[in-house]
């Protein structure tokens, strides 16, 4: 079993920059891809960033270039730092791990970013 919490959310004005965390209980063995995904208001979940266990990363379009994900396995924690954040970053961002062996994801409960123009 892991556990995922999330937190570093909170509300700035455009243009400033956040670093939030996924902190990790449990095992991580086994776990070969972290994400980052997120929910505006109205709209659908969806993927921000990813890291893989060999640091490949990946980025959604709109925040290649401002937005960095990264991990510590000796903390079992995962970052996205978010630079020259948009009024249209703001949502619900969620961590989320894939457990190979079982073929499951697992959540946190999400951090709210909130973007001021």
């Known amino acids: 079993q892991v556990t995922l919490v999330e937190s570093g959310g909170g509300l700035v004005q455009a243009g400033e920059s956040l670093r939030l965390s996924c902190a990790a209980s449990?095992?991580?063995?086994?776990?070969?891809?972290w994400g980052w995904y997120r929910r505006a208001p109205g709209q659908q979940r969806v993927l921000v960033a990813t890291?893989?266990?060999?640091?490949?990363?990946k980025y959604v379009d709109s925040v290649r270039g401002r937005f960095t994900i990264s991990r510590d396995n000796a903390e079992k924690t995962v970052y996205l730092q978010m630079d020259s954040l948009k009024p249209e970053d703001t949502a619900v961002y969620y961590c989320?791990?894939?457990?190979?062996?079982?073929?499951?994801?697992?959540w946190g409960q999400g951090t709210q970013v909130t973007v001021s123009s």
């Open positions: 989320n791990a894939y457990y190979v062996p079982s073929r499951r994801y697992f």
């Open positions: 449990g095992s991580i063995l086994g776990v070969n891809v």
């Open positions: 890291i893989d266990n060999g640091g490949i990363t």
